[in-house]
């Protein structure tokens, strides 16, 4: 099993990123699919999640009209597109599949909100 996120890196205030995650390994259209980010010394929170067929999406309140994520099931691929960046989104973001009892982590891909 492999979730590797990228798109990451340094942006201004206001600005706008886009993240994707690339999964192998397993049937990738049978899963959940979330976006977690962790800011140093702080929890690793959920920050946005879509159901396996892309149908149902939430969005933590922080992030609600900022931040959409989507998915191809065709691609394997979730998509996290961040617009109006700000520099409390500084964290490193993760990709999480989940079904059930079975959950996987990508490595995660540092995001820098900076002027």
């Known amino acids: 099993v492999q979730l590797v996120e990228s798109g990451g890196g340094l942006v201004q205030p206001g600005g706008s990123l886009r993240l994707s995650c690339a999964a192998s390994g397993f049937t990738f259209r049978n899963y959940g699919m979330n976006w977690y980010h962790q800011a140093p010394g702080k929890e690793r929170e959920l920050v946005a999640g879509v159901s396996s067929g892309g149908g149902v999406t939430n969005y933590a309140d922080s992030v609600k009209g900022r931040f959409t994520i989507s998915r191809d099931n065709a691609k394997n691929t979730v998509y996290l597109q961040m617009n109006s960046l700000k520099p409390e989104d500084t964290a490193v973001y993760y990709c999480?599949?989940?079904?059930?009892?079975?959950?996987?982590w990508g490595q995660g891909t540092q995001v820098t909100v900076s002027s």
């Open positions: 999480n599949a989940r079904l059930l009892g079975s959950s996987y």
